[in-house]
């Protein structure tokens, strides 16, 4: 301790580093500040040697990347919190032939190439992509559905969070909303009752981020494709998720995929880009040319168009599916480690950590899928477990890279299922450092 701060001079000096990476003129300016708070602090101040620890801290936050990739320990696979899916690591640096036809060195179609994907992985007559699932909703509600009205049952009304809520939607794109049935049961009497002149469509919507159980009901998907039909209005399903092939094998229920909602005659189905599609985000519609041919006319869809990079993304994705390599999709090679593979890694990591002093256990858990995709169930999984201490936690997620993990039943659980097995060295460093930090 002592009455006088160090030099500024003497503390640039000591930050070579920092002043490379970003520059004197913001070092200077972060020192001064430190100094400031310091002084307003009162009492005295402390050590050179502590200052210039303190702002080096302050000086690595500051050359983070903007948006740091993280090691996601949550056991959730699909973090909204988290980007979601894990991105494919697809590059697209410089220009690329977007709306351009290299053969005739023409003007391109941006969708073409990712419709043609679509199409032929959902054999399906049509598909067209914008920014994200909500606009996609927005979107076909506001080429069919304006002034009209659209049926909807009360046990589908959705809120799934950042401000998604089914009756705004349906508001802000002028769209009539007439709810049917109860919260808990809707017949398919409730539908035929609710049809006029005036009907646009049936919108079936995904229960998503929530279950019900006990005396429930509900149409299912064929009866309502043909009661629609029958009646002449559209049969639109809000699937959400894009779930798209069978989960039992992964230890999950039977969830309807997209495939099986078209062939049970759905016009059109939409989904997001980044659930179980794992890929970027984007709104993706599938369905009946017929169906889609109004949206692409609509001036909305202009201000709804995807990002190159996602499109890039979404491309790639596809192509995986294409070509029967679901694998080679993150998502998909986070799922498929089971529980035998997560427990020896848990082993091990535990193993190692102990060896260096941390009082680490391997537990089983249960992971989530997450996104609201597969509400109420579980996913066996094994974690690394260690006492509960927020400071580690903190220390863990200002780590480099950062580590997020979860809080449960008084321990600070490293679940697996969401960490790829390349990452578990790294993984270790990084526990190892955070409790030796905290811990001293
Ligand atoms: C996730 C979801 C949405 C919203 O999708 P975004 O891609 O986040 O806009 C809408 N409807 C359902 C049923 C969903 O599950």
């Known amino acids: 301790m002592s009455g006088h701060p160090p030099a500024v001079h003497r503390l640039l000096a000591a930050l070579g580093d920092a002043v490379f990476r970003l520059g004197r003129e913001t070092v200077k300016g972060v020192i001064r500040d430190h100094l400031a708070q310091l002084r307003a602090a009162g009492g005295p101040f402390p050590e050179a040697s502590e200052i210039i620890g303190q702002l080096k801290a302050k000086l690595a936050a500051m050359a983070r990347p903007s948006y740091p990739p993280v090691i996601n320990a949550t056991g959730v696979l699909i973090h909204t ?33 990712v419709r043609e994907k679509l199409c032929r992985y959902f054999g399906t007559e049509d598909a067209l992509v914008v920014t994200n699932n909500a606009a996609a909703l927005l979107l ?30 349906m508001a802000e794109a002028g769209a009539r909303l007439v709810e049917v049935g109860c919260t808990n049961r809707t017949h398919i009497a409730d539908y035929r009752k609710a049809l006029s002149p005036e009907t646009a469509a049936i919108l079936q919507v995904h229960r ?22 029958e009646a002449g209005v559209g049969f639109w399903v809000d699937q959400g998720s894009g779930c798209h092939v069978d989960l039992r094998p992964y230890g999950l229920k039977d969830e309807p ?46 201000a709804l168009r995807p990002d190159k990079s996602a499109l890039v993304a979404l491309a790639a994705t596809l192509d995986c599916y294409l070509s029967g390599d ?11 480690q089971g529980e ?13 950590l102990q060896a260096a002093g941390v009082p680490a256990s391997a537990v089983p858990t249960q992971a989530v899928l997450g996104g609201g995709t597969t509400p109420g169930q579980g996913l066996a999984s094994w974690a690394v477990a260690l006492p509960e201490a927020p400071a580690v936690a903190r220390a863990l997620r200002l780590g480099e890279p950062p580590v997020v993990c979860r809080q449960e039943q008084g321990k600070l659980l490293l679940d697996l299922k969401a960490v790829f097995p390349e990452q578990d060295g790294t993984l270790a460093v990084a526990v190892r450092r955070a409790w030796a930090y905290e811990s001293t």
Request: without cysteine; positive net charge; proline residues 6%.
């Open 257 to 302: 995929t997209v495939q099986e909602l078209l062939a049970a005659g759905a016009d059109v189905v939409l989904f997001s880009g980044d659930k179980l599609l794992g890929g970027p985000q984007a709104g993706i519609l599938v369905g009946r040319k017929q169906a889609l041919a109004p949206l692409r006319q609509h001036p909305l869809r202009r």
């Open 340 to 352: 035998a593979q997560l427990k020896e890694r848990a082993q091990r990591l535990a193993r190692q």
């Open 81 to 113: 919190n988290l980007g979601r899916s894990p991105r494919l690591p697809v590059e697209a640096p410089g220009y690329l032939a977007l709306e351009f036809d290299l053969e005739s060195g023409e003007r391109g179609e941006r969708l073409a190439p």
């Open 208 to 229: 998503s981020n929530f279950a019900m159980t006990g005396f429930v009901a509900t149409p299912d998907t064929a009866s309502l494709a043909q009661l629609a039909h």
């Open 326 to 336: 679901i694998q080679r999709v993150p998502l998909y090679r986070l799922l498929a």
């Open 140 to 169: 076909l509600l506001a080429a069919h559905a304006r002034g009209r009205q659209v049926i909807v049952s009360r046990g589908e009304l959705i809120e799934i969070g950042g401000s998604f809520r089914l009756p705004e939607i």
